[in-house]
């Protein structure tokens, strides 16, 4: 089965650094789109950055120009570097990976939508 595995969280004082990693693994043949979400406690879940195959980014305006997102696709991983972090930033942060292919041991082939487990960062004032 496809799995997501992210590691890197923890706790930070304000404008300390953070670089989370993720790492697909399952069958996988081709990932389109890989990206980083946040939920803060008691909110929802909101878009961070999204990185394409090709190496196209998008970021929330909120993270622009602290935060960077980058992918290695040949062992489906992708990365944020999280850079002058803010209180504001603290959430669980989850890890996507978006119209991913893969098989199953029987061959078959599948394309689903996959999350991982989420790590937490905090930052602190």
């Known amino acids: 089965q496809v799995q997501l595995v992210e590691s890197g969280g923890g706790l930070v004082q304000t404008g300390g650094s953070l670089r989370l990693s993720c790492a697909a693994s399952?069958?996988?043949?081709?990932?389109?789109?890989m990206g980083w979400y946040r939920q803060p406690p008691g909110k929802q879940r909101e878009l961070v950055a999204l990185?394409?195959?090709?190496?196209?980014?998008n970021y929330a305006d909120s993270v622009k120009g602290r935060f960077t997102i980058s992918r290695d696709n040949a062992n489906h991983t992708v990365y944020l570097q999280m850079n002058s972090l803010k209180p504001e930033d603290t959430a669980v942060y989850y890890c996507?990976?978006?119209?991913?292919?893969?098989?199953?041991?029987?061959?078959?082939?599948?394309?689903?939508?996959?999350w991982g487990q989420g790590t937490q960062v905090t930052v602190s004032s």
């Open positions: 996507n990976a978006d119209r991913t292919l893969a098989t199953d041991p029987a061959g078959r082939p599948s394309v689903g939508d996959y």
């Open positions: 399952g069958g996988i043949v081709r990932i389109n789109v």
């Open positions: 990185a394409s195959r090709g190496g196209s980014t």
